[in-house]
């Protein structure tokens, strides 16, 4: 949700890569969630820190709350967003979407709060 955000509302002169320490398949809950925004993430996939070219990153922004954070090596910008698993402690779909839902909209109101830092630097 984080890079189809981020692709969104950033200027498009900004690169945005996303990744994690355990890469596992896209939610569906995550895809719904987007496409209330008219956001589709349906093709995005998930990758492993492991797989960014380091030389290629200037900012790094982990969203982790209680789990592990992804570790990326060298001198770059560090950014931390602590976002709760959306699904935690949820079991029905309506449950599991709404916590899609909050973890959207807290994620997407850093991104908007970083876009309007971005554009007042310039």
């Not at 896209?26 to 960014?52: C, P």
């Not at 309007?116 to 630097?121: Q, R, T, V």
Request: charged fraction near 25%; charge should be negative; glycine fraction near 4%.
């Amino acid at each position: 949700m984080a890079e189809g955000l981020a692709r969104h509302y950033l200027s498009a002169d900004i690169v945005v890569q996303s990744a994690g320490s355990q890469p596992s398949s896209l939610n569906r809950y995550a895809v719904k969630a987007m496409a209330e925004l008219g956001i589709d993430i349906s093709t995005h996939y998930s990758k492993a820190v492991e797989d960014l070219d380091s030389r290629t990153v200037d900012a790094v922004i982990t969203l982790c709350a209680e789990e592990v954070c992804p570790v990326f090596l060298g001198k770059v910008q560090r950014l931390h967003w602590p976002i709760n698993e959306p699904s935690a402690g949820r079991e029905t779909p309506e449950q599991l979407l709404q916590g899609f839902r909050i973890a959207r909209d807290e994620i997407k109101q850093h991104i908007l709060q970083l876009a309007e830092s971005l554009s007042k630097a310039d």
